[in-house]
């Protein structure tokens, strides 16, 4: 199963991640209140194991 890049930016937003910077195939996204930080590949859809990856590195919830 698969999640569109756009539900997943969403729900990082949601849950108080936020874009440090764009590089040039992933975008670092930020969680301040942990601390925390991780890569997301720019695919306009995302293997559900990779975003609990992401979610995981996070310290967020998942989807």
Known sequence: MSVKRNELLRHLEKQGC??????AKHDLFMNLDRNLATTVPRHPRLDKSLCDAIFK???IDKL
């Open 18 to 23: 936020f874009l440090k910077r764009h590089g």
């Open 57 to 59: 590195q996070l310290g």
